[in-house]
């Protein structure tokens, strides 16, 4: 029988593999998606079969930008100084205000897809269909990762981990959805809805699955997590951000309750 202390000791590991390979895989998959529209690889790359929908440019550069904010949202997570709050908000701001561009697009330009205004002279872009603007599961999720990732900075300790477990099972959903709507061929669970919304690309449900094993993985209590339970009281440089709410008291030696036991 395997003992609590080394399952404990393989869930850590498990977990910090995946904090450490995920954003990668994100920002390759952005990078990827960018290149494709870009003309420098097959567009097939956007959709991974001829018949589905492509996954947006704009969807991709959210990717690259989501993958920079999960990599520093574990660094930040694991020692809050200037430098990291300043590297975890930048991405995830960014990611903000690409869907508010493709949004605002979207309303101004409704028969003329993004990607050719990027890339006019990428024969592929020329061949996208389909809506200007993300579907609207694509925008949801990513808005929320978005506002987290300017959050985490800002709310207390005992907050932080319900906020990334909320969004973590909005973004897990979101892929199990379109993953379901694929295999069981109903539109609906993937967003599609005629002059509404295209509805996601298969390789958009993949990664959202990725987000939200991400953020979910962050729940078990690994050691860049320790200074959310108090055990790491100098990590903070001076000079960051604090609340007086759920955070190590200056007063001495309180004993703390870890967020990671609230539910």
Not at 13 to 35: C, Q, Y
Not at 134 to 154: D, E, H, K, N, R
Request: proline share 7%.
């Amino acid at each position: 029988m395997v003992s609590v202390p080394r399952l404990k000791s393989v869930l850590r590991k498990a977990s910090d593999l995946l904090a450490d390979w995920i954003p990668l895989v994100l920002a390759g998959a952005g990078l990827m998606v960018v290149a494709a529209w870009a003309g420098f690889l097959p567009l097939v790359v956007t959709q991974l079969h001829p018949a589905l929908p492509n996954m947006k440019a704009i969807t991709a550069l959210c990717f690259l930008c989501a993958g920079l904010e999960l990599h520093f949202l574990k660094r930040y997570l694991g020692k809050e100084t200037v430098q990291n709050q300043f590297a975890l908000t930048a991405p995830a701001l960014a990611i903000f205000y690409l869907m508010i561009a493709a949004m605002l697009y979207a309303a101004a330009a409704p028969n003329k897809i993004l990607e050719i205004v990027l890339f006019p002279w990428s024969e592929e872009a020329k061949q996208g269909r389909g809506l200007t603007h993300p579907s609207i599961a694509t925008m949801l999720a990513l808005m929320q990762l978005a506002v987290a990732g300017c959050l985490v900075p800002l709310v207390p300790d005992n907050l932080i981990l319900r906020l990334l477990r909320w969004v973590g099972w909005w973004c897990l959903i979101t892929g199990i959805s379109g993953w379901a709507g694929y295999l069981l061929k109903i539109p609906a669970l993937y967003c599609s809805f005629p002059g509404l919304s295209q509805g996601m690309a298969l390789p958009t449900t993949i990664i959202f699955f990725l987000v939200g094993a991400h953020l979910l993985s962050l729940q078990i209590e690994t050691p860049s997590l320790e200074r959310l339970d108090g055990s790491h009281h100098g990590d903070r440089e001076p000079g960051t951000s604090t609340s007086t709410s759920g955070r190590m008291s200056d007063l001495g030696d309180t004993p703390q309750i870890s967020p990671l036991h609230l539910t």
